[in-house]
């Protein structure tokens, strides 16, 4: 091989070095840009992420916050309805015959078991009541 031959070889695989290290510095340069994306990406997604325990934070706050004044409500109402259970079964009481009693001391049957049966009516109906706002109330909370 003569030495015009000898350089062209070397010419020929020196373009080819340089062709193959331009294509793996562009390689290399978009492979930096997509690094760079996705760092950028990882950052929107902390941030998103810490937004939502932010929000999860407040929306546990706010519902123990909710829960609580049902319970209250619900405290109030069975305070009322218990209220109303006793001045009912007092005026019951009051209104209604009082049990006499017979020549052996006991009270009057029929006028016992009309109390009897007006108590067992009121706890009845107070707690359909109660029942009913606590699943209106439940409702509201879902």
């Given at each position: 091989m003569t030495n015009t031959q000898t350089i062209q070889k070397l010419n020929e695989a020196l373009n080819t070095l340089i062709k193959a290290y331009e294509e793996?510095?562009?390689d290399n340069t978009n492979l930096k840009v997509r690094i760079n994306?996705?760092?950028?990406?990882v950052l929107d997604l902390e941030s998103t992420k810490e937004d939502l325990e932010?929000?999860?934070?407040e929306f546990k706050t706010?519902?123990?916050a909710d829960n609580s004044n049902i319970n209250s409500m619900l405290g109030k109402i069975e305070g009322l309805l218990n209220n109303k259970v006793n001045s009912t079964n007092s005026n019951s009481n009051n209104s209604s015959e009082k049990p006499q009693n017979n020549s052996n001391g006991s009270f009057n049957s029929q006028s016992d078991i009309k109390v009897e049966e007006q108590k067992k009516e009121?706890?009845?109906?107070?707690?359909?009541?109660?029942?009913r706002m606590a699943s209106l109330l439940n409702g509201f909370n879902n």
């Open positions: 793996l510095q562009n994306e996705l760092e950028d990406e932010y929000n999860v934070k706010s519902t123990e009121d706890e009845n109906s107070n707690k359909i009541d109660l029942n």
